[in-house]
């Protein structure tokens, strides 16, 4: 369950778009995406929870988007319109246990995987 494999990082100008993927090993129950620019602390994005609901954190609203494929297991962030200050390591986390319902879903603690992280940088 715990294997998570990061995708889609890149290199684009301010109002370009990237797509991550996150591929687990099963089937997706709760996960999440986080960022981390240097020197600051490692923020939630957005993240999907038991039931498929999806949320974001407000500066993601209306710019990313969530989906995922149940047969690859894999969760997809769309981002659209990038701006500089999106320019950070994505890494995205998962739980398929009690954590998913103890936690809030912009904690850290809710999540026992993590994967190895995807970096995007967006110039002016």
């Known amino acids: 369950q715990g294997h998570l494999v990061e995708s889609g990082g890149g290199s684009v100008q301010a109002g370009g778009s990237l797509r991550l993927s996150c591929a687990a090993t099963?089937?997706?129950?709760?996960m999440g995406w986080f960022r981390q620019a240097p020197g600051k602390e490692r923020e939630w994005v957005a993240s999907?929870?038991?039931?498929?609901?999806?949320s974001y954190r407000d500066s993601a609203k209306g710019r990313f988007t969530l989906s995922q494929d149940n047969a690859k297991h894999t969760l997809y962030l769309q981002m659209n319109s990038l701006k500089p200050e999106d320019t950070a390591m994505y890494f995205c986390?998962?739980?398929?246990?009690?954590?998913?319902?103890?936690?809030?879903?912009?904690?850290?603690?809710?999540?026992?995987?993590w994967g190895q992280g995807t970096q995007v940088t967006v110039s002016s």
């Open positions: 986390a998962a739980d398929w246990g009690w954590k998913c319902g103890s936690y809030n879903e912009y904690d850290v603690r809710r999540y026992s995987y």
């Open positions: 099963s089937r997706i129950y709760c």
């Open positions: 999907i929870n038991p039931g498929g609901t999806t």
